[in-house]
């Protein structure tokens, strides 16, 4: 097989071989291929002289007044921005103010007070009735709820909730 007769995935692979970006079965295929046959050997050599060559290779430096003759030839050109660009141009500043002013007047406005440890985004969920003089079945109600107590900072006793907690393990009052 001649380099004329290596085709396009060939090319790729061999390229990717020399760069070092084949996974390790591919690269043990191509790395077989160089090494039997002469075509693929040729090949090789002659991406890495390129890949040589383009490393020595540096581009021009462009001319100092390039970007100020660019401007000039689109001011020439009567060339205009689209209606969205200009819109933006002209709403993104004025967005970022709003956003600014919005975000002031939010940290100086008056905050309510809250419990510490109610958590307002929450809500409450309505408990079963119970029936009057039944305390039996209240204090169940309670232990079974007692989650609900706690993080609606109803019952403030810490004795009262460490009754409760006894009471929903199985113990007693």
Not at 26 to 32: G, L, Q, S
Not at 42 to 48: F, G, I, P, S
Not at 79 to 90: D, E, F, L
Not at 97 to 103: D, I, N, S
Request: proline share 7%.
């Amino acid at each position: 097989m001649s380099a004329e007769r290596l085709g396009q995935s060939d090319f790729e692979d061999l390229s990717a071989f020399v760069d070092g970006e084949l996974p390790d079965d591919t690269a043990r295929r191509v790395e077989r291929l160089v090494v039997d046959d002469p075509a693929w050997r040729e090949a090789r050599r002659q991406l890495q002289a390129v890949d040589e060559m383009l490393d020595l290779w540096r581009a021009p430096a462009p001319p100092a007044d390039l970007a100020r003759r660019i401007s000039r030839q689109v001011r020439l050109s009567g060339h205009r921005s689209p209606v969205w660009v200009r819109v933006v141009r002209i709403a993104a500043p004025l967005a970022a103010a709003a956003a600014v002013l919005l975000a002031v007047m939010l940290t100086r406005a008056p905050q309510t007070s809250q419990p510490e440890g109610r958590n307002v985004a929450v809500q409450a969920q309505p408990l079963p009735k119970v029936p009057a003089g039944d305390s039996l079945v209240a204090d169940a109600l309670a232990a079974d709820n007692l989650d609900f107590f706690q993080d609606y900072d109803v019952l403030s006793d810490y004795e009262t909730l460490e009754a409760l907690d006894r009471l929903e393990r199985g113990g007693t009052l």
